[in-house]
T-cell receptor, first 111, second 112 residues
Framework: AQSVTQPDIHITVSEGASLELRCNYSYGATPYLFWYVQSPGQGLQLLLKYFSGDTLVQGIKGFEAEFKRSQSSFNLRKPSVHWSDAAEYFC?????????FGKGTRLSVIA | NAGVTQTPKFQVLKTGQSMTLQCAQDMNHEYMSWYRQDPGMGLRLIHYSVGAGITDQGEVPNGYNVSRSTTEDFPLRLLSAAPSQTSVYFCASDSGRNTEAFFGQGTRLTVV
């Protein structure tokens, strides 16, 4: 069965600092990977997705993620965090079943 | 372009009451799913459907029923609400397993 692990429950970064959120997945075949963001009280917004091809994918709001098959990872990065990036971030994987989500990483941004 | 619409946005139920959470999509997507979100647990799949007339159980199906009579609608029924069903519920739709899923804004349900 597929699964997703987000090792960091909560991360705090300073505004302007770089960010990396970790995601490890378990799936027997070629995975389709996603990062979603959820602002407080809101629904989920897709940041980026990986289906195939270039392992470095660009998303919205200046985010990018790198697929590393050898490490079963799909880490999310941003070079300079803005206060508005404070939210909860979910990594998800699918193959031939509905999305399976990690438990999320809550990002706090301090001045 | 409405996307995925969930109603109601908020609901308070008493233990033992029944209710239906509504979900409708206008994108002609074949696949629809229901998730519940609890603190520290991420989103967990309750039920899903791969087309009209076809439904299947997810990770946490107990206490919930679904049906899919049309492509557009995928209601979630709580037959006898329990406090453990207090959660935020999200409906999602997509056009295939390897495509982006679109989510509704969620229903916050409290069972007292």
């Amino acid at each position: 069965a597929q699964s997703v692990t987000q090792p960091d429950i909560h991360i705090t970064v300073s505004e302007g600092a770089s960010l990396e959120l970790r995601c490890n997945y378990s799936y027997g075949a070629t995975p389709y990977l996603f990062w979603y963001v959820q602002s407080p009280g809101q629904g989920l917004q897709l940041l980026l997705k990986y289906f195939s091809g270039d392992t470095l994918v660009q998303g919205i709001k200046g985010f990018e993620a790198e697929f590393k098959r050898s490490q079963s990872s799909f880490n999310l990065r941003k070079p300079s965090v803005h206060w508005s990036d404070a939210a909860e971030y979910f990594c998800a994987v699918t193959g031939n079943t509905p999305l399976v989500f990690g438990k999320g990483t809550r990002l706090s941004v301090i001045a | 372009n409405a996307g995925v619409t969930q109603t109601p946005k908020f609901q308070v139920l008493k233990t033992g009451q029944s209710m239906t959470l509504q979900c409708a999509q206008d994108m002609n997507h074949e696949y629809m799913s229901w998730y519940r979100q609890d603190p520290g647990m991420g989103l967990r799949l309750i039920h899903y459907s791969v087309g009209a007339g076809i439904t299947d159980q997810g990770e946490v199906p107990n206490g919930y029923n679904v049906s899919r009579s049309t492509t557009e609608d995928f209601p979630l029924r709580l037959l006898s609400a329990a406090p453990s069903q207090t959660s935020v519920y999200f409906c999602a739709s997509d056009s295939g397993r390897n495509t982006e899923a679109f989510f509704g804004q969620g229903t916050r349900l409290t069972v007292v």
